[in-house]
């Protein structure tokens, strides 16, 4: 099975073999100036289970280091998820009611009403 081996600072050299039969598995790290922060995550989309599988990550400082090699291993020899879910998207109901429009013109107004009030929108004559 192809997958990632991953070491960090921030898990006191802990390293993690990152897998899943079947399925994909990505990092994402999420930097975030105004609110001074940064956090990574590494997970996953079990598409036979359907379900979402969560590995480790967390918070990240100035001079954290994260290493991550593209290995090959076999199942038996992958760290477990700390984390599986079920895939929950909402499939969008179409409703043509004139009750439905009425709450979505309602919802277009006030929020047209707050952008304008604070200035991201011009106000219209």
């Given at each position: 099975?192809?997958?990632?081996i991953v070491k960090s600072?921030t898990?006191?050299?802990?390293?993690c073999?990152?897998g899943?039969?079947?399925?994909?598995?990505?990092m994402?790290?999420k930097a975030?100036?105004r609110?001074?922060y940064?956090s990574w995550?590494?997970?996953?989309y079990h598409k036979e289970?359907e379900?979402?599988w969560?590995?480790?990550?967390?918070?990240l400082?100035?001079?954290d280091k994260?290493?991550?090699?593209?290995?090959?291993?076999d199942e038996?020899?992958?760290?477990?998820?700390v984390?599986?879910?079920p895939?929950?998207?909402?499939?969008p109901?179409?409703?043509?009611s004139?009750e439905?429009?009425?709450?979505?013109l309602?919802?277009?107004?006030?929020?047209?009403k707050?952008?304008?009030?604070?200035?991201l929108?011009?106000k219209e004559?």
């Amino acid at each position: 099975m192809k997958g990632l081996i991953v070491k960090s600072t921030t898990w006191n050299g802990e390293t993690c073999k990152i897998g899943m039969p079947g399925g994909r598995v990505g990092m994402a790290v999420k930097a975030m100036e105004r609110d001074s922060y940064c956090s990574w995550s590494i997970g996953g989309y079990h598409k036979e289970e359907e379900l979402h599988w969560v590995w480790k990550g967390g918070m990240l400082h100035v001079g954290d280091k994260i290493e991550i090699e593209f290995a090959e291993f076999d199942e038996d020899e992958a760290t477990p998820p700390v984390l599986k879910y079920p895939h929950a998207c909402p499939t969008p109901q179409k409703d043509d009611s004139p009750e439905a429009w009425q709450f979505k013109l309602k919802t277009y107004q006030k929020l047209k009403k707050i952008l304008e009030d604070e200035g991201l929108i011009e106000k219209e004559p």
